[in-house]
């Protein structure tokens, strides 16, 4: 059995954290964990820690938990470290999901504008924290959640010397849909997702060496209430994410959200009681309230993730990881998402396919030119970069709202 391990979860006071304790503690085989929980309210941390320390009570081999406001304190000697700040919390996300409604642009916390500020708030303060880990932890692997989490972590890779990598759901989501579909076990089926985080397709499906691809799209487009047009599907012949409607759907998807509240304050009201449940100290199980959270993430990702790294399986996992050649027709530092072999020595992108249509293949040098741009923006205090990098946002359609959007987030 492997050395005890520490983890260090930034942002630790979310209230969805009590899910990690219950998704490691699923694995027996394991070493004993130390998490180490990382907060600035020094109250909500309270309160998510002891629901995490009832929740890891039980667990075998065991799971210990302790609570830090001081970041240097809670990274010491840290194995890995979960980023999962949200700066400025639920309150900075609603402003996200509603500026760009005034621009004829629909909002949404890491999709087009909305995403940029995220970014724009995001960067530095997860930057300072990164200097932190190079002082307390310099051989800790950094696992990012923080959105929009390709842009972070190419802030990270060019600005710090910690090592990083980032994951997201949909990859795996889309996978598991798949395999509903084929009415198969999804450990049967090789499916290939290419792309960035929140713009990418699922390219390839294989079943006992068969190519299912044209049964998956025929399912597919028969199904109600997809995010883009059947045609879409049918005519590109790979499967987009749901975060493709913001794109091709933007006029749409901008009805709809007229005159309606932000997520984020429906968030932001089950985070109260989710707290309340916390607090009120008589909660050994998760509340109903958590469970309504949906918080997935740390079940089918972070705890697979880390047990893989730990054990050096050489398993694969989608991931994001910088590009290298992975897709030979982006620049090597943009940060991709894609299957990726996960050894304890470093990630290895599986080799590119070829899976995608010259057309696709530019909108992703598209994005990844947009996205290091904003980011090295935001790094360097340019306001020429971000103007530049906005001009370039695929929902921004004219220098008006490229300025009038610009003028509303830039600091000055």
């Given amino acids: 059995m492997a050395q005890d391990v520490k983890l260090a979860v930034l942002g630790g006071s979310g209230v969805a954290t009590p899910e ?19 907060g600035r309210d020094a109250g909500k941390l ?36 979960l980023n999962q700040i949200r700066v400025g919390g639920y309150k900075e996300r609603a402003f996200d999901e509603t500026f760009p409604r005034e621009f004829g642009i629909p909002g949404e916390e890491t999709f087009g504008p909305g995403g940029m500020n995220m970014a724009l708030r995001t960067i530095p303060v997860v930057l300072d924290l990164c200097h932190v880990i190079e002082e307390t932890a310099p ?28 994951i997201c759901d949909l990859p795996m989501m889309a996978e598991q849909m798949i395999a509903d579909l084929l009415g198969l076990p999804v450990r049967e089926l090789s499916v290939r997702y290419t792309g960035m985080n929140h713009f990418g397709w699922v390219t390839a499906v294989r079943w006992q060496g068969q190519d299912m691809m044209s049964v998956v799209l025929d399912k597919i487009a028969g199904l109600p209430a997809l995010p883009v047009e059947p045609e879409i599907i049918r005519t590109l012949g790979v499967i987009p994410t749901s975060y493709f409607k913001y794109f091709y759907h933007a006029n749409r998807v901008l009805a709809a959200q007229q005159g ?11 985070e109260g009681e989710i707290l309340a449940a916390y607090q009120s100290g008589h909660a050994e199980e ?11 993430w740390y ?10 790294h730990i054990r050096d399986t050489g398993e694969v996992q989608y991931l994001q990881v910088a590009n290298g050649h992975a897709l030979p027709f982006l620049p090597p530092a943009a940060i991709v998402e894609v299957p990726v072999i996960v050894r304890q020595s470093g990630f290895l992108p599986l080799a590119y396919d070829g899976g995608l249509p010259p ?54």
């Fill in 20 to 38: 990690l304790i219950d998704a490691l503690a699923q694995y027996d085989e394991r070493p004993a964990i130390h998490v180490a929980l990382i």
């Fill in 46 to 81: 309270q309160a998510v820690g002891d629901m995490c320390k009832r929740l890891a009570a039980k667990a075998a081999p065991p799971i210990t938990v302790s609570t830090h406001t001081n970041p240097h304190e809670g990274l010491e000697g840290a194995h890995y470290v």
């Fill in 139 to 166: 051989d800790a692997l950094l696992i990012n959640l923080t959105n929009p989490s390709s842009i972070v972590q190419y802030a990270i890779t060019k600005a710090s010397r910690v090592k990083v990598v980032s």
């Fill in 260 to 270: 309606k509240r932000a997520r984020a304050e429906e968030l932001l009201e089950l």
């Fill in 286 to 296: 998760k509340p109903a309230s958590l469970v309504k959270r949906n918080a997935v």
């Fill in 299 to 308: 079940e089918h990702m972070i705890a697979p993730l880390m047990m893989a």
């Fill in 359 to 412: 057309d696709l293949e530019a909108l992703l040098l598209t994005n990844a030119t947009f996205e290091m741009l904003w980011a090295e923006a935001v790094m360097e205090h340019s306001y020429p970069k971000a103007l530049r990098a906005m001009l370039m946002n695929h929902l921004v359609g004219n220098y008006d709202q490229a300025k009038g959007l610009l003028d509303q987030i830039w600091p000055q």
